[in-house]
C-alpha cells in the first residue's frame, strides 16, 4: 500500500483522498475477507479453476442470502473486459451446476446445496470505474449483473458505491413505470381479496422506492434487494402479512403487535425488523421503517 495522499481544505480539516489499489489482488482479498458484511455474499472460494478444457480461473466464488450463485470478478481501474470475463466464467458455471453443488455442500452444507436458486445467478463486477457502455451493456442483458466502484480511504477503509444493478431479461421485476402499471392492474384484479389485495400494495410500495431494486423469489419468501436485500416478504398468510427488514431493530420504534426485534429467532427471509401488516394502514406507516431498510441495503 502507499502512504496516505492527505490534504487540508480551506477550513483546516485534513481530509482522506479516495484513490485506487495498487494492485487487484489487493481489492480482492480485502471483498473476500468481508464477502457478506460488502456485497451480502457468503464467500466460497478464490480463483477457482474451471478446469484445464475451459482454461480459466474465476476470481470469487459464492451464493447470496437468497441462495442465488455468485461470481464477483475484479479489476484495478477500467476494464472493458471485466463484463465480458464475468459473462464468460457465467456460462461455464451454468454448465457445471453440479460441481457448483459439491462446492456448496462442502462449504455449508447439504440443505444449502440443495436450495441453490438456479433462476437468478448474478455477476458482480468490482472495478475502479465504469463507462456509459458498460452500463448499456448490463441493461441489455439477460443475466442479473452489479457494477460496484470501490475506492480506498486511508490504508484499512475500502468504500463500494453500486454504479448500476440489473436483474437481467430473465429475472423478476424491477422499480419502475412498467411494473408500477402492473403493480396496480394485478391490485385492481385482486379486488376484496384481503391480504392478496395488501400483498399487490405491498409489492408496489417495496418497488417504488428506486429504481435500482430488483425482486427474487425463492420457495420461502420474496426478496426485494439493492446490492442486499433490504426486505423479504413472507407468502400472505389469511390475516396478515410478514415483512423482515434490513433496517437495526435498535433505531426504530417497537409497536407491539406491528414491529418486533427478531434477533436472533428464526425465520424464513433475512433481517432483523419483523413488521406484521394487516391492512392499508399498517402499510402507510410501516413506510419509514421501509425507507430506513432501503437506505442500508
Not at 19 to 45: K, N, P, S
Not at 88 to 109: Q, S
Amino acid at each position: 500500500m502507499s502512504d496516505l495522499k492527505l490534504f487540508h481544505t480551506k477550513s483546516g480539516v485534513t481530509e482522506v483522498v479516495p484513490r485506487l489499489a495498487e494492485v487487484e489482488a489487493d481489492v480482492q482479498d480485502l471483498v473476500e475477507a468481508h464477502m457478506e458484511a460488502m456485497l451480502g455474499v457468503r464467500f466460497l472460494a478464490s480463483e477457482y479453476s474451471t478446469g484445464p478444457v475451459h482454461g480459466g480461473r474465476i476470481d470469487s466464488l459464492g451464493i447470496d442470502e437468497n441462495g442465488a450463485p455468485v461470481i464477483v470478478e475484479y479489476k484495478r481501474g477500467t476494464d472493458a473486459g471485466v463484463i465480458n470475463q464475468g459473462l464468460f466464467y457465467m456460462a461455464w458455471l451454468l454448465d457445471h451446476r453440479d460441481t457448483f453443488r459439491h462446492l456448496v455442500r462442502d462449504r455449508l452444507g447439504v440443505q444449502v446445496a440443495d436450495q441453490v436458486l438456479w433462476s437468478a445467478p448474478r455477476l458482480i463486477c468490482v472495478a475502479g470505474d465504469f463507462t456509459r457502455y458498460d452500463i448499456h451493456a448490463v441493461r441489455e442483458h439477460r443475466h442479473a449483473i452489479d457494477l460496484v466502484r470501490y475506492r480506498y480511504f486511508g490504508s484499512e477503509h475500502l468504500g463500494l458505491e453500486t454504479v448500476a444493478s440489473f436483474p437481467g431479461r430473465a429475472a423478476g421485476g424491477r422499480a419502475g413505470s412498467r411494473n408500477r402499471g402492473t403493480a396496480k392492474a394485478q391490485r385492481t384484479a385482486a379486488g376484496g381479496g384481503g391480504m392478496a389485495e395488501l400483498a399487490v400494495a405491498l409489492d408496489e410500495v417495496l418497488l417504488g422506492l428506486g429504481e435500482d431494486l430488483t425482486k427474487v423469489t425463492n420457495q420461502t419468501y420474496t426478496a426485494y434487494r439493492r446490492m442486499q436485500n433490504y426486505a423479504c416478504l413472507i407468502p400472505p398468510k389469511k390475516a396478515k402479512l410478514l415483512v423482515y427488514l434490513k433496517a437495526d431493530p435498535a433505531t426504530v420504534d417497537l409497536v407491539p403487535g406491528f414491529a418486533r426485534d427478531v434477533t436472533g429467532l428464526g425465520h424464513n427471509g433475512t433481517g432483523d425488523l419483523e413488521l406484521t401488516l394487516q391492512s392499508e394502514r399498517d402499510l402507510e406507516r410501516a413506510a419509514d421503517y421501509f425507507r430506513q431498510s432501503y437506505a442500508l441495503a
